[in-house]
């Protein structure tokens, strides 16, 4: 979907200066009579989304540091986790995280970050508690 935006040459400088880092394309056609500048932007539909998990470890001597570790090293690039994720106990000395991730909102994009945890040995079970758009 494209957008495109008519400006007198005066206050193109000001879009420029102002919005310059989300404009994809920009063509410039200057009519000698009526000085006008034309801006195409590319409307970004996509945004992000927030997933909640709590992530909980196959074993005791998984702690929810350790957990996290592994959890950080797996992730995909387009994945990103909060920082300190919070901890909670469960029953017999198991310790589950609460992970915060940032996803793309694209087709499949939960859907690999579900199997990238479920993949990982030392987890034992996730289950989505949040998810909102951001």
């Keep these: 979907m494209k957008e495109t935006h008519v400006f007198h040459v005066q206050s193109v400088m000001m879009f420029l200066l102002l919005d310059v880092q989300n404009v994809d394309f920009l063509e410039m056609n200057i009519y000698v009579q009526n000085a006008t500048l034309k801006v195409h932007k590319r409307v970004k539909m996509m945004g992000e989304v927030l997933?909640?998990?709590?992530?909980?470890?196959?074993?005791?001597?998984?702690?929810?540091?350790?957990?996290?570790?592994?959890?950080?090293?797996?992730?995909?690039?387009?994945?990103?986790?909060?920082?300190?994720?919070?901890?909670?106990?469960?029953?017999?000395?198991?310790?589950?995280i609460i992970g915060q991730f940032i996803i793309p909102e694209e087709d499949g994009a939960q859907d690999n970050l579900e199997d990238v945890l479920n993949s990982i040995e030392e987890i034992s079970s996730i289950q989505m508690t949040f998810i909102t758009r951001l």
Aim: include cysteine.
């Design 51 to 96: 997933l909640v998990y709590e992530i909980r470890p196959e074993t005791t001597e998984v702690t929810p540091k350790k957990l996290e570790e592994i959890v950080r090293l797996k992730l995909p690039e387009n994945v990103k986790m909060q920082n300190n994720p919070e901890e909670k106990p469960l029953f017999f000395g198991l310790v589950c």
